[in-house]
Nanobody, 120 residues
Framework: QVQLAESGGGLVQAGGSLRLSCAAS????????MGWFRQAPGKEREFVAT????????YYIDAVKGRFTIARDNAKNTGYLQMNRLKPEDTAVYYC?????????????WGQGTQVTVSS
């Protein structure tokens, strides 16, 4: 089993940047692909980005391409989501997730989430 804990959320002005971290514990982090999701108030949770176990393959939704970068450091058991040029519509609770498969239909392990608020 893998435990995930997000950090790095906060309040930022539009155009600013934040870096979210996802600390993993339990089983070997490099055994798992990692994804980031977000859920805005009144909306369903949506997929944002994912990265393969070795960091060599990434995938993003169009809304964040060119602004967000997903990365991981397996030696530190930590994943990251660098968010630049933030927009008010990026406001959401951000969750990291892990699964033994790359881009599974449903991720098996989830963190508790971290709030990101972007003011206009």
């Amino acid at each position: 089993q893998v435990q995930l804990a997000e950090s790095g959320g906060g309040l930022v002005q539009a155009g600013g940047s934040l870096r979210l971290s996802c600390a993993a514990s339990g089983r070997t982090f490099s055994d798992y692909a990692m994804g980031w999701f977000r859920q805005a108030p009144g909306k369903e949770r949506e997929f944002v980005a994912t990265i393969a176990w070795n960091g060599e393959i990434t995938y993003y939704i169009d809304a964040v391409k060119g602004r967000f970068t997903i990365a991981r450091d397996n030696a530190k058991n930590t994943g990251y989501l660098q968010m630049n040029r933030l927009k008010p519509e990026d406001t959401a609770v951000y969750y990291c997730a892990a699964d033994s498969q790359y881009r599974p239909r449903v991720y098996r392990y989830w963190g508790q989430g971290t709030q990101v608020t972007v003011s206009s």
